[in-house]
């Protein structure tokens, strides 16, 4: 199954992206994850798009688009993905159909002040990129990962002047990516409100009715 998550910041994705990923046993790819790992690695790719990752801009689609397309080119991924923060651009969504058009683009729709909250209280493992949030998904010990017992860190892009910014990015450029699918009716929009596992209840649904899921 080849499914994207779309939606604005803090709409939850990175979270329902990974639950769903293990349990149906395709790849979890997140593009902010991977750029962080290029970043925290000190490599050219990621030297070249701290900048515009802090300041909360896309990094160039270029850059991005020859990334995805090594990751998605991998043997694991040949039965299928869930991508977590791409496509964020018209660009970036063509070279997708080309590389591995989409089975079902599922769109997490959550209201502005709920986004702010969100992002204030969460919490990224340095080491392997888990999420966490200090009120909704705390770890059992206050500021280390539950997974591999790494540091607890606030991305410097959760801050509020950051957030802000990405928000505005998203509207400009990620929002005519989700016209774009809704036109061509493989959008399915799902309520982001509300818990996590209510959340994670609703899209296994719409991947059901989309007739991934049994
Ligand atoms: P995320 O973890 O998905 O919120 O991504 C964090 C940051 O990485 C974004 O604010 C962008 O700067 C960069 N980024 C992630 N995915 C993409 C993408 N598909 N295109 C451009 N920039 C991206």
Sequence with gaps: ???VLLGPPGAGKGTQA???AWEVGVPYVATGDMLRRHVRKGTDLGTRARAYMDRGDLVPDDLIIAMVRRRLEEADCQGGFILDGFPRTPAQAEALAALAPPDVVLYLDV???EIARRLSGRRTCRECGAVYHLEF???AEAGVCDRCGGALDQRVDDREEVVRERVRTYRRQT??????YRARS???EVDGSGTIPEVEARLREALREAGLLT
Excluded: T
């Design 1 to 3: 199954m080849k499914v």
């Design 18 to 20: 990974q639950r769903l």
């Design 111 to 113: 209201r502005e002040d």
């Design 137 to 139: 998904d705390p770890p």
């Design 175 to 180: 929002e005519p990516v989700v016209d774009r």
């Design 186 to 188: 493989l959008l399915v």
